[in-house]
């Protein structure tokens, strides 16, 4: 009779063992991570802190090289001058000076015409008197000089009144135009330059610093990895036998390896994909099963270190 109670007594042991197992959920605490990658490829020419600082708002991290960003700088704003000062002068028209000469120019192609014009008509007057007088060469000339000085009058006349009516509507509209082209490339480039001088966007603890004094990273790649929050989350890998006691908002207690406390927390993720548990989380037989990437939120501050291994379970209903 001893000997069956002691049976019964292992067993459920051993089913209870299993059963802590399905209903736990491994994983690791994390920080929720903001990359600053680089702005431009330039020389780091000062790196203000290490991994493991903290930081707060507004810290200088890292300064790049701003000699070539602020030379591009210099030459937007240049031009942004250059099409400013040409709006400018379409808006204010010719300028008094140019409408007087060209109204000399007309006048002058004006009397040309005029004398072009009563040559012509002498010589005419003269041969429809006596054919002879006149050689037909001789008129020719006169009638081609004529009908060019009459051209050269027209086209001064055009000119005058192209001065005198100013700039089109269309000419400064394609002026103003390029006035904000110029605006917008100074201003991206000026907040490049800023952007050389990479600052903590949050509180927080620096992570890595990947680059160091006098390298230069290309664009993108991440100058500093900063860990923020004032508490760390879960993310953890939920068995096929556990997923359907959990939902987003689910109270759960998060278990730190190597510390006898147990964090009230509440699951903020929970994907419906199901994934291999990956490799570091495995025990026993874990490595055939399935589970579900969830994150847990932990419901107080704590400063507790990045990657700790956790266990959670489902809080009692």
């Given at each position: 009779m001893t000997g069956r109670?002691f049976?019964?007594g292992?067993?459920?042991c ?8 399905v209903?736990e959920a491994?994983?690791?605490l ?9 702005p431009?490829?330039?020389r ?5 802190v290490r991994a493991?600082?903290?930081v707060?708002?507004g810290?200088p ?9 602020q030379a ?10 250059r099409?400013r000062q040409?709006l400018a ?6 300028r008094?000076?140019d409408?007087a000469?060209a109204?000399?120019?007309l006048a ?5 015409a005029?004398d ?6 002498r010589?005419?007057a003269?041969a429809r008197q006596?054919r002879d007088?006149?050689?037909?060469s001789d008129l020719d000339r006169?009638?081609a000089n004529a009908q ?7 086209a001064?006349r ?5 001065l005198?009516?100013?700039t ?7 002026a103003r135009a ?6 917008a490339?100074a201003d991206?480039?000026?907040v490049?330059?800023g ?6 966007p949050?509180?927080g ?18 100058l500093?990895i900063?860990m923020?929050?004032?508490r760390?989350?879960a993310?953890?890998?939920v068995?096929?036998a556990?997923r359907?006691?959990?939902k987003?908002?689910?109270?759960v207690h998060?278990r730190?390896?190597g510390?006898?406390?147990t964090?009230a927390?509440?699951v903020?993720?929970?994907?419906s994909?199901?994934v291999?548990t ?5 025990s026993?037989?874990?490595a055939?099963?399935?589970?579900y990437?969830a ?6 501050p704590?400063?507790l270190?990045?990657?700790l ?8 209903p």
């Amino acid at each position: 009779m001893t000997g069956r109670l002691f049976a019964l007594g292992l067993l459920a042991c051993m089913l209870a063992g299993c059963q802590r197992s399905v209903e736990e959920a491994p994983g690791t605490l994390e920080y929720d991570r903001i990359t600053l990658p680089a702005p431009a490829a330039e020389r780091i020419v000062a790196v203000h802190v290490r991994a493991g600082e903290a930081v707060r708002a507004g810290q200088p991290l890292l300064d790049l090289d701003p000699a070539h960003t602020q030379a591009n700088l210099d030459a937007a704003l240049a031009e942004l001058h250059r099409q400013r000062q040409a709006l400018a002068e379409g808006v204010a028209g010719p300028r008094r000076e140019d409408i007087a000469r060209a109204r000399a120019t007309l006048a002058a192609a004006e009397a040309q015409a005029h004398d072009a014009n009563s040559y012509l008509e002498r010589l005419q007057a003269v041969a429809r008197q006596d054919r002879d007088a006149v050689a037909a060469s001789d008129l020719d000339r006169a009638r081609a000089n004529a009908q060019n000085t009459r051209g050269q009058a027209d086209a001064a006349r055009a000119a005058l009144d192209q001065l005198l009516h100013g700039t089109r509507s269309e000419q400064l509209a394609q002026a103003r135009a390029a006035v904000d082209v110029a605006q917008a490339q100074a201003d991206a480039l000026r907040v490049t330059l800023g952007k050389l001088h990479v600052v903590a966007p949050r509180d927080g603890r620096i992570d890595d610093v990947p680059y160091r004094l006098g390298d230069q990273a290309p664009v993108g790649a991440p100058l500093a990895i900063e860990m923020v929050g004032d508490r760390p989350y879960a993310r953890i890998y939920v068995p096929v036998a556990m997923r359907g006691a959990l939902k987003v908002g689910s109270a759960v207690h998060v278990r730190v390896q190597g510390r006898d406390e147990t964090l009230a927390g509440h699951v903020r993720l929970l994907r419906s994909e199901p994934v291999f548990t990956p490799y570091y989380a495995l025990s026993g037989d874990d490595a055939t099963r399935l589970s579900y990437l969830a994150e847990v939120a932990l419901d107080r501050p704590s400063d507790l270190p990045a990657g700790l291994p956790v266990h959670v379970t489902p809080a009692a209903p």
